[in-house]
């Protein structure tokens, strides 16, 4: 190893991305122990933690790099090293860096901190304020490059890790019908099926409790296996579906006393239930609105990549493939992940509500194969950031479908009847093959009961192609059809449309003829 300027030619570079990071997250982190082959073999790892995860905060994410114990004969090393936030692409977003630092090797000895040196990356109210920017796709990507003090790497060396975090993000509305009804010492529980595979239901308990001089409404969490924090949003909402009052609450390492965990003491005290039910309740029902993020730790912490530079694959930034679960860094095809996805729901990042079913769903995959949901999304980050879309113009089940082809382009059980409202949100989200395929559906399922219907939607929508096919069907029929009390009906509330046919027809005729 030559020696001379160390910050010149090769280095070693540790790129570590950070995936399933929300706002409301609560966590530290230690990144898998690396090999820097170039500097001696030597051991290391990058950690960070959050001094207070808050926007008015004025502390810093603190990033550490230690070493770790090795085979090596070396006592101390003294290290040149840069630690940046960088972006998907690896532009630098912020940098600390250091100069001749002296690492020992950690034999964890009590007291002993000669192996680690920790900087302050980024004040965490900046961090709050240009969340989308430092955390983009709720992913962090830190690298940190290092050279041997004084000291010309023989070779340059990337390292790439991944560490998922194991977020679950539930969203539900919880009616609770004659509130006044309840005594103390009484509760109402709702209790909501697994996630996914291998995660817990979820229970929750509103209880009437008496609180010094006054009765309060509390609310409580049965335990939940794993679970290592939480943060909970909970909001009262109007029959318009409008929030009128909001209690927020962040708990670091959950523990659960006699299988419950408080969620809030006094969600609301009784005495302003009444005072102010008209403003509080429906009909006498106070309706409650869950926004909660479950973290169950980490998922997945690994090396995923570690080359020479001529070599090197980046696998650094953000993408479906890798983002997904330590399932998913198989030999998955893109349409086995993104069937993954959908089956399991695993790493949502914002969910799509249509009446009492809630779809957690990945913008970044909608976003793809529709422009209008991406639009959509942008619309909503801009006036609202929430993570809960409502769509009031479609029902539970054809989202189902309109999703389950988005994520895997398979349409289940497609006929006449659910062909239409498939057709209808298609065209809404500017799904063309879908489309397509639901048009293809309808023609092929034509009759003398649907044909009216058939013409109309059509002619609404102005798809040729269906309309087309109408009038050649109406014209197979022939002047019996067209004489029919059915026909005469659908021409006096559609006489231009009807008329449009009877040309299409004369039309048609007068080519035979020709």
């Not at 990945?362 to 619309?379: E, P, V």
């Amino acid at each position: 190893m030559a020696c001379g300027s160390s910050r010149v030619g090769s280095h070693f570079t540790f790129t570590w991305a950070i995936n399933n990071i929300y706002k409301e997250s609560v966590f530290s982190l230690n990144s898998p122990v690396f090999v820097a082959d170039s500097i001696d073999k030597t051991k290391w790892r990058l950690s960070f933690h959050m001094a207070s995860w808050n926007e008015s905060t004025s502390g810093h994410m603190i990033c550490v790099l230690q070493r770790e114990r090795d085979e090596s004969e070396l006592g101390s090393i003294y290290i040149d090293f840069q630690i940046s936030i960088v972006d998907e692409t690896g532009v630098i977003l912020r940098s600390v860096r250091e100069e001749r630092c002296r690492f020992g090797m950690n034999l964890a000895y009590a007291g002993d901190n000669s192996f680690r040196v920790a900087k302050n990356l980024i004040q965490i109210k900046t961090l709050m304020e240009n969340f989308e920017k430092y955390i983009y796709n709720n992913t962090l990507n830190i690298r940190c490059k290092m050279w041997k003090f004084g000291c010309i790497l023989p070779r340059t060396e990337l390292c790439f890790a991944r560490t998922i975090l194991d977020i679950e993000k539930r969203y539900f509305v919880w009616t609770i019908e004659k509130v006044f009804y309840i005594s103390p010492g009484q509760n109402r529980t709702i209790q909501l099926p697994a996630y996914n595979k291998g995660s817990s239901p979820l229970h929750l308990n509103l209880s009437l409790k008496q609180n010094c001089d006054e009765e309060v409404f509390s609310i409580e969490m049965y335990e939940v296996k794993n679970l290592k924090h939480l943060y909970c949003e909970i909001s009262m909402i109007n029959s318009e579906g409008k929030i009128i009052d909001c209690s927020r609450n962040r708990i670091r390492n959950v523990t659960f006393v006699d299988k419950k965990c408080l969620l809030f003491q006094t969600f609301i005290r009784k005495s302003k239930l009444v005072q102010d039910q008209k403003r509080l309740l429906t009909n006498g029902s106070m309706i409650l609105q869950f926004d909660l993020l479950l973290s169950f730790g980490v998922a997945f912490n690994q090396i995923e990549n570690y080359r020479e530079e001529s070599s090197v694959i980046n696998v650094a930034a953000d993408n479906i493939e890798t983002a997904t679960s330590s399932q998913c860094h198989s030999s998955f095809s893109s349409k086995n992940i993104l069937e993954h996805l959908w089956n399991e729901g695993t790493f949502s990042d914002i969910t799509l509500r249509a009446g009492t079913k809630s779809f957690p769903v990945h913008k970044n995959i909608l976003s793809t194969r529709s422009i209008a949901f991406k639009s959509m999304f942008i619309k909503n980050e801009t006036e609202n950031r929430s993570n809960v879309v409502v769509l009031p113009d479609i029902d539970e089940i054809t989202l189902r479908s309109l999703l389950l082809y988005i994520y895997t382009d398979v349409v289940e059980d497609l006929n006449f009847g659910n062909a239409l409202e498939l057709y209808q949100s298609a065209d809404k989200y500017e799904l063309t093959d879908l489309k397509k395929i639901c048009r293809n559906c309808l023609m092929d399922n034509l009759s003398r009961s649907n044909i009216f219907k058939i013409l109309s939607f059509s002619d609404i929508y102005k798809d040729s192609e269906m309309k087309e096919a109408a009038y050649e069907f109406i014209s197979s029929l022939g002047s019996e059809f067209t004489s029919s009390d059915g026909w005469q009906n659908f021409k006096k509330r559609n006489l231009e449309l009807a008329m449009e046919a009877m040309e299409y027809m004369i039309s048609r005729k007068r080519l035979k003829t020709n």
